[in-house]
Every structure is written in structure tokens, then in C-alpha cells.
């Protein structure tokens, strides 16, 4: 998966978390700017990662991974 | 739409119950919810309701010591009045139907091998203890449903479907894959409920009802015996005897000489079934989606009323293509698996029940006949359940060793919190330092745990009156009114200050819904809804009358 593609499965299961249409996502979203985002949503959204790309996140990584560019970044690294 | 209760967090199960809308009304509210008659439950809307109760949190603190004939008996207790509960609202919402869980046996729980080496008490006890009241539930109400969360459990194992970092992060313990199954159960019961289930199974019969090809392997060659794998074959038909049992209509839809098959029902005494067995019988070399059609026809069913079963996969492809309603379950491709896969995927799926007979469901009405007099005369108020929690209210004043919990408590609370303003340490350190501001701190406890400090008021007094500056309470302790014996332990620690009056602001955000009437609830007045008033005296005459237990000072 290329990084485009990558961002834009993120994107994805974030506008089927948050319930927010897609093109309201940019790549800059993060959990301050996106009302949606809140802490319920959060861990939504990180069950949803963990579901989709079979990975696993730790308490600090879900903590820490507050905005798209930071999820891309974990992402990244799980599964390559 | 359907109302989703817990002692856990499962809002997520939302996103997979797409048939119908859902509400989750808060982690471990449910209590509260049931005896709260203007709660959503009881809105005409809510015709399902699904209770998910977790074991673990069932045993609270006592999950962390090992059982004891004295821990069981308590277990048994809280149990039975959570149940009354349950039997309330049974009876109250005889229109909806209610499911709930079964629980597994938990690893988390304190094992060792005295577990299954005691003769003494044990934590399966307490798992058995459960279950048991489901047994009692189910036969008293035909209107409750029991999910089988256990099997769920044990087939896809506990560490497929609990991931504990979401329970200390957000009081979540299942994982996506565990929300969607205990979805896709929920809706299967329900659908079993109503009546909804498949009422045809159509079979192939070479590969499928036994082994080889009648028309090659003939009378004595085909595989169906004791022996060997011919016994997968006679295991399958076993099944498929007992569905025709529950009232299932079978049907024959297979590519053969007719006279072949005729001969094989009349003289292989292998077969467990007999020719009589199946209702209609089509057997020749027609298109099977034609086939199919006429026996819908001969039947005059729909098609969604029917499983079709055939090892062929270019079969199976071509009834799904050409008709859709029809549901085409997958054939295992090593007939040992025929049995589990049978179980799983064909009778749990399309013909499970939840009765046996008409009886069966009428029983609610007979119990609500007997209702009254019995488990009922003894039925609790809210009050009551209050007052059997044996809440332990403790107030800290100005203690600056709860400094970074009082802080944090200000940052993350978002629902009830009236004023919704965010503190840092340092800020609260002032206000424990100034002379005009005092800070409270509100420790909870009670029968099932210990939750800490999960409340917090900051009281600005000037000399004559008090405004109350914050206002927050864990949404863990809500619906127990220690809002309000909190409240009024704090404004009796101002007697002999003589004050004259309490001030309060609510200003409503997008989450703090939930406390809303709280300052008219607990007896000031407003014009706004913003600015809250009342006589100081008044006010604690007011909360006296109101609160049903007390709190305890504490002034280090």
C-alpha cells in the first residue's frame, strides 16, 4: 500500500467512525479540529484501525494518535 | 429501535446493528434506567431491549480476592436484586422483548488450580450461579431471550474478543470483532423470535446425503455406513432427521435416475433417511433452478423460505445467480467437517428456535398473572436501591494531594459538568491557597467498589453568598444521587458563615445534556436556565429533605 492509498483507507474508516462525509476529511484532521472527533470516537475509530489492518495499538499509542498525519505515521510502521 | 444496557461500555455495537436504530443509555447506568420510569425504556418506541451484563464487572471487587462460601452468598444477593430489577421491567415492557447474555467462564478472574482441584468454592460457581438465574428468567418470561455469549466465547476464544486496553481507556472491553458478532447474534434471536427463521431445506443427494454417485458406485457402493467416513454421512442425516423433527419440511433437488434413488431409499438400511421424509422430491435432469422454482410452487412458499444444500459449488453458484432470496450456504469440502459445519452455519443461522411449542410463548401471561403476589410484592423503589447500595460518600476539603486528579477530573469531564470549565494544577493550587475559594473533592464508594475521587465542587464565597464556580461528577456515579448529598455536605461546611444566598451557572455544550435539570432538581430557581438562585437556608432545608444518605467531612 502506497502512501496515498494509505491515507485513503484511513479516511475511509474514519468517515464510517465519525459518520462524516469524506471530502469533509482532510489530511490535516486531527481530534481538535474535527468536532466529530470526540474521545467516544476516538477509541471507536482505533478499534475500527485495529480491526481493519489486523494491527495492534498500545494505551500510549492511542493516546498519542490524535490527528490523521500521527495514525498514518503508527500505520506505517505496523505493516510494513 | 432498540435500547442497548450495560455494566460496560458497548456504544461501538451501534455501528453494526444496521437493521434498525439503537440507543446505548451509558456505561453501567442500567440500574438506574430500569427504575426510572421516564427512562427511554419505557417509551413506546423501544420494543427491544439488549442487557449485556460482564461478568467481571458483576463481581466487582470481589474478581480480585479469592471466593469464599461467604463471597458467593453475596454474589447471590446482589444477583437477586439485580434480577428484580430485570423481572420489573419484564413485566412493565411485556410489548418488547428483552435479551440478554449468558457469561463464559473468565481466565481474568483469580484462578489457580484450586479452581478445578477445590472441593470448595470456586469461580465457576459463581459463573453457574448466573446462569442459573437466566434459567429462572427464561422460564418465567417468554418475552426474554437468552444470547448465548458463552458459545460465542468458547469458539472464538477470549483473546479474539476482549482487548483490556480500551477498558482502562474508555470502559470498553469488547473488540470490533466481538461487536459484530454479539450483533449479528442479537439480530439472528430476534429474527428467530419472530418467527423469521427458514422453513425449507432442499438437498442434493450424491456427495451431499452420502457419499459417491448413485447412478455409478450403485446400491452397495456408495458411502453411508458405521464405518470409516461413511459415518460423517450418517451423521449429517442424523441432523438433518432431528431438523425435520422441530417442524422443518425437507426437499429433494438432485440431477439422478429416479428409479437409482428409489432403490437406495427401499433397500440401503444405512439410510437414517427414508424416502417419506422429504415432502417434495425432485429428481431428474432438469435445471436445479428450475427445480427449485417448482417446489416453491408445489409448497407455494417464497423463496427466502428456502436453504438449498449442494456440494456442487457450480450448483450452488447457479441457484445464487438466478435466484437470490434463496440462501445458499457453502458445503465443506471435507465431509468430516459436515457436522460443526451443519451446526454453525445451517441450523444456528437459518433454523434455530427459541421455543418449541405455542405454549412455550404464552407463558408470560401466566406468570404475569401469578406476578403480583409474588416476586413483585417484594419489588424496589429507586429509593430502595439506592439506599441497599451502601454508598460511602467521602469529602475532601483544600487537599492539595488530589491536586492532579481534581485538574484532570476538570479536563475530561464533559457530561455532567455545568459549568465545563478546564483547570490546570496550578490554577487549583491557587484555589486551594486563596481564602475565598474552597475546593471538594467527592470520594465515592460503595458494596461493588471503590471508584476514587469522581466528583469535584469549587465554591467561591464572598462573604454573603456562594457561587458555585464548578460543578462536575464522573458519569460512572450518576443515578445514585450522590450529586445532591455531595452538594449539600458542601454547603453545610458555610453554616456558621452566614451566608444568604447560593448562585449557580449552567452553561449547556454539546454533552452536558444529562445535567441539565440538575440545580432545579436540587432546588434553585431559574428564569434563564443559565442562572440559578436560592436561599441559602432554604436550599439546605430542601436538599435535607431529598437526600437519602450522608457523607462524610474530611478535613486534613
New interface residues.
Given amino acids: 500500500m502506497n502512501e496515498k492509498e494509505l491515507q485513503k483507507s484511513i479516511i475511509d474508516i474514519m468517515s ?2 465519525f459518520n462524516v462525509k469524506k471530502e469533509k476529511i482532510s489530511l490535516s484532521a486531527s481530534k481538535s479540529n474535527l468536532d466529530e472527533w ?3 470516537a476516538h ?2 475509530l ?3 484501525l ?2 481493519s489492518f489486523r494491527v495492534n ?3 500510549d499509542e ?2 498519542s494518535g490524535n490527528s490523521l498525519e500521527k495514525i498514518y505515521k503508527l500505520l506505517k510502521d505496523k505493516i510494513r | 429501535m432498540i435500547a442497548l444496557l450495560s455494566n460496560i461500555n458497548i ?2 455495537i451501534r ?1 453494526f446493528l444496521k437493521s434498525d436504530e439503537s440507543i446505548f443509555t451509558g456505561y453501567n447506568t442500567y440500574i438506574a434506567d430500569i427504575l426510572n420510569h421516564k427512562s427511554v425504556l419505557y417509551s413506546d418506541e423501544i420494543d427491544k431491549i439488549f442487557l449485556f451484563l460482564d461478568i467481571e464487572e458483576l463481581l466487582g471487587d470481589m474478581l480480585f480476592k479469592y471466593p469464599s462460601d461467604n463471597s458467593l452468598s453475596v454474589f447471590e444477593n446482589n444477583l437477586d436484586e439485580i434480577f428484580s430489577f430485570i423481572y420489573q421491567l419484564l413485566i412493565k415492557r411485556n410489548n418488547a422483548v428483552l435479551v440478554i447474555n449468558n457469561v463464559p467462564f473468565i481466565s481474568a478472574t483469580f484462578i489457580s488450580y484450586l479452581d478445578t482441584n477445590s472441593p470448595n468454592v470456586t469461580f465457576r460457581d459463581f459463573v453457574k450461579i448466573y446462569n442459573n438465574k437466566l434459567k429462572q428468567l427464561k422460564s418465567d418470561f417468554s418475552n426474554a431471550l437468552v444470547l448465548d455469549w458463552e458459545r460465542i466465547v468458547l469458539n472464538e476464544g477470549i483473546n479474539n474478543l476482549f ?1 483490556p ?2 477498558w ?3 470502559r ?1 472491553k469488547l ?3 466481538a ?1 459484530k458478532l454479539l450483533s449479528d447474534e442479537f439480530s439472528n434471536l430476534i429474527n428467530s423470535y419472530k418467527g423469521k427463521t427458514k422453513k425449507v431445506l432442499i438437498l442434493d443427494l450424491d456427495n451431499t446425503l452420502w457419499g459417491g454417485i448413485a447412478g455409478e458406485d450403485g446400491l452397495n457402493g456408495i458411502k453411508i455406513s458405521e464405518d470409516g467416513i461413511g459415518k460423517a454421512f450418517r451423521d449429517f442425516q442424523k441432523l438433518i432427521k432431528s431438523l425435520k423433527e422441530i417442524g422443518v419440511i425437507l426437499a429433494i433437488n438432485s440431477k439422478n435416475n429416479e428409479s437409482d434413488i428409489d432403490e437406495i431409499f427401499q433397500k440401503n438400511n444405512m439410510m437414517i433417511l427414508k424416502y417419506d421424509d422429504f415432502i417434495v422430491r425432485k429428481i431428474n435432469w432438469n435445471n436445479k433452478v428450475q427445480n427449485l422454482i417448482e417446489i416453491a410452487s408445489d409448497l407455494d412458499l417464497g423463496l427466502d423460505s428456502f436453504v438449498f444444500i449442494d456440494d456442487n459449488p457450480v450448483e450452488r453458484q447457479l441457484i445464487k445467480e438466478n435466484l437470490p432470496e434463496v440462501c445458499v450456504p457453502d458445503f465443506p469440502s471435507d465431509i468430516s467437517y459436515v457436522k460443526s459445519w451443519f451446526l454453525e452455519e445451517v441450523i444456528y443461522k437459518y433454523f434455530a428456535k427459541v421455543y418449541f411449542t405455542h405454549e412455550d410463548k404464552n407463558k408470560t401471561f401466566q406468570y404475569l398473572a401469578n406476578a403480583e403476589r409474588k416476586k413483585l410484592s417484594k419489588s424496589l423503589s429507586i429509593e430502595d436501591f439506592i439506599k441497599s447500595l451502601n454508598i460511602k460518600i467521602k469529602i475532601y476539603i483544600n487537599l492539595s494531594k488530589y491536586k492532579q486528579r481534581i485538574a484532570q477530573l476538570t479536563q ?1 469531564t ?1 457530561q455532567f459538568n455545568l459549568r465545563t470549565k478546564r483547570y490546570t494544577e496550578t490554577d487549583i493550587e491557587r484555589f486551594i491557597n486563596s481564602d475565598n475559594y474552597t475546593v471538594f473533592a467527592l470520594g465515592y464508594e460503595d458494596k461493588f467498589n471503590n471508584e476514587g475521587i469522581v466528583g469535584l465542587v469549587i465554591i467561591l464565597n464572598d462573604g454573603e453568598s456562594l457561587e458555585i464556580d464548578t460543578f462536575l461528577l464522573s458519569c460512572r456515579i450518576i443515578g445514585r444521587d450522590a450529586e445532591f448529598v455531595f452538594l449539600l455536605k458542601v454547603l453545610e461546611t458555610f453554616k456558621e458563615k452566614n451566608i444568604k444566598k447560593v448562585n449557580a451557572v449552567y452553561i449547556k455544550t454539546k ?1 452536558n445534556g444529562i445535567a441539565e435539570s440538575f440545580y432545579s432538581d436540587a432546588g434553585l430557581f431559574t428564569e434563564n436556565k443559565i442562572d440559578y438562585s436560592v436561599d441559602y437556608e432554604k436550599l439546605i432545608i430542601f436538599l435535607e429533605n431529598k437526600t437519602l444518605y450522608d457523607g462524610e467531612i474530611i478535613n486534613e
Fill in positions: 464510517d467512525t470526540d474521545s467516544l477509541l471507536k482505533f478499534l475500527a485495529q480491526e495499538f498500545s494505551t492511542i493516546d | 456504544e461501538p455501528g482487548d486496553k480500551f482502562y481507556l474508555g470498553m473488540n470490533n470483532k461487536f475530561k464533559n454533552k
